[in-house]
């Protein structure tokens, strides 16, 4: 589930340098649109999920320099951190640069902490700064619900699944090679 918000500045409050919407340069602020979407995993005590932040720039002009921050709680641990951004103290940054027309994907593999409680929910923030002292041009957040360790989910930790398939694997072709053998003793009696 992916939520977004993306915000063009619409009046002389939001665009404190007073310079219309349509202005060339520096003035003028593209329309950008933000959203953080989580994946799929269960978000278990101990279990790593991914958090996937697009920057979408819906506006003829290139995206450049700006700074994508988000928030991490204390339940999140960030783990890895893509695409050059730095992580600290719960906060990763991005330095931005998106063409015109296109959007950028940034990832953050997690860990939500052993502490973290099941249905506990667990909120991400990310925001886009075309200019550092500017307001964020867009913002945009996604819920993490903690889950609760099930059997099943905590024999996984422990067994590979690759170990799996090739035993299922190597079974099936037993079981084969026995239905073969039967049916042949079967034909050699007729």
Do not use: K
Not at 4 to 33: I, T
Not at 91 to 101: C, E, H, L, S, Y
Not at 102 to 111: G, K
Not at 174 to 185: A, H, K, M, P, S
Request: proline residues 6%.
């Amino acid at each position: 589930m992916a939520v977004g918000l993306a915000v063009a500045p619409a009046s002389a409050e939001e665009n404190p340098r007073g310079l219309p919407e349509d202005a060339p340069g520096e003035g003028h602020m593209p329309l950008v649109g933000l959203s953080v979407a989580v994946g799929d995993d269960p978000a278990n005590p101990g279990r790593e999920i991914t958090l996937r932040t697009t920057v979408a720039n819906s506006d003829s002009d290139r995206v450049r320099g700006a700074l994508l921050a988000q928030h991490f709680p204390e339940a999140l641990e960030i783990l890895e951190v893509d695409n050059g951004g730095a992580a600290d103290q719960g906060i990763v940054n991005w330095r931005v640069d998106v063409p015109a027309g296109e959007n950028v994907v940034y990832t953050v593999r997690a860990r939500v902490v052993e502490g973290a409680a099941p249905e506990e929910r667990v909120m991400s923030t990310a925001c886009l700064l075309l200019d550092r002292d500017a307001d964020p041009a867009a913002c945009a957040s996604n819920t993490v619900v903690v889950t609760e360790a099930t059997m099943m989910s905590r024999v996984s930790e422990f067994v590979d699944p690759e170990w799996v398939l090739r035993s299922a694997g190597a079974a099936l072709a037993v079981g084969l090679v026995w239905l073969l053998w039967r049916q042949r003793g079967v034909l050699r009696r007729r």
